[in-house]
């Protein structure tokens, strides 16, 4: 009679947005960096999409 109550199952959803969020800005920057004429800007758009990745895997550890 385990079961996990589905108000937990349910918060995990916005952090797996977080990381896909943060994971699919540090490739776009990483390929804008590639192209753009202004690397340093892009540089810091991929720091902030691994920061905001980072930010979901942990908060979806913490309320595991």
């Keep these: 009679m385990d079961q996990h109550p589905l108000s937990q199952q349910m918060s995990l959803k916005p952090y797996r947005l977080m990381r896909r969020a ?4 540090s490739i776009g920057a990483g390929a804008a960096a590639l192209a753009a004429d202004f690397p340093a800007s892009a540089g ?11 930010i979901g895997l ?3 550890w913490w309320n595991t």
């Design 22 to 25: 943060g994971l699919i800005t």
């Design 44 to 54: 810091i758009i991929g720091v902030a999409g691994c920061a905001l990745y980072f």
């Design 58 to 60: 942990l908060g979806a």
